[in-house]
């Protein structure tokens, strides 16, 4: 099985089998967001396009309470740089972003996938952070979206949002462990480090078998 991007003519999906995840297009990982991730506004079209060719597609949403542990100023620490040791690991701190309710939370105005079929919510645990849309970062406690799409029949799953190299490499690398068949598109997701965040998620990509592809024929 081939883990290296691939050129596709189009995707075609099995409407029976296959579902569209769209990992957290939302206000602040958007330009002039609280946690921007550069080029993010740019793969909104491309996303539109290709949900369209698929019956099932799910959204995430990040979805964090008020003093949660991944804010840097609930511990008076630097976003970006500080971190914390938690009972679940190392935890990158980040500013407060995708606050429950709040503008900089609401999915992007300009994405258009009206035939959505599920907004999942993670990450509104206070005590653990939640980049995967299968599990929270201590990779046990489930989001309930692997029993949802075993109960629906999907197996092969594709992937695209924001970020590469943190949400979207966590829900395709859990997928690939539950023993869903999982695909990132490459070119409808941006990372948030780009020079080293790519290298590292391709590598994880390719031991998990997670297949990397392009939109784009």
């Known amino acids: 099985m081939t883990t290296t991007t691939r050129q596709l003519p189009a995707i075609v999906p099995d409407s029976a089998h296959d579902a569209l995840i769209v990992i957290d297009m939302q206000q602040d990982f958007l330009p002039g967001g609280a946690l921007a991730v550069t080029g993010g506004d740019a793969i909104i079209a491309g ?7 698929f019956d099932h597609v799910i959204l995430t949403q990040d979805w964090h309470p008020q003093g949660h542990i991944s804010f840097a100023s609930t511990h008076k620490k630097r976003p970006f740089t500080d971190t914390i040791e938690t009972r679940y690991g190392r935890q990158q701190l980040w500013p407060d972003h995708c606050i429950q309710g709040s503008k900089g939370a609401e999915l992007s105005p300009d994405l258009n996938i009206r035939h959505a079929e599920l907004i999942l919510r993670k990450g509104f645990r ?56 999982a695909i990132v598109v490459e070119d409808l997701s941006r990372a948030v480090d780009s020079l080293n965040g790519i290298p590292a998620t391709n590598q994880a990509f390719a031991a998990s078998a997670v297949k990397r592809i392009s939109s784009l024929g």
Do not use: H, K, M, Q
């Open 47 to 53: 996303i539109n396009r290709v949900a369209r060719a």
């Open 126 to 181: 206070l005590g653990i952070d939640s980049y995967s849309a299968f599990t929270e970062n201590d990779r046990v406690t489930p989001t309930g979206l692997a029993g949802y799409l075993r109960e629906r029949n999907l197996s092969r799953l594709f992937f695209t949002g924001l970020a590469y190299d943190f949400c979207v490499a966590s829900s395709a690398l859990a997928a690939s462990r539950l023993g869903f068949e």
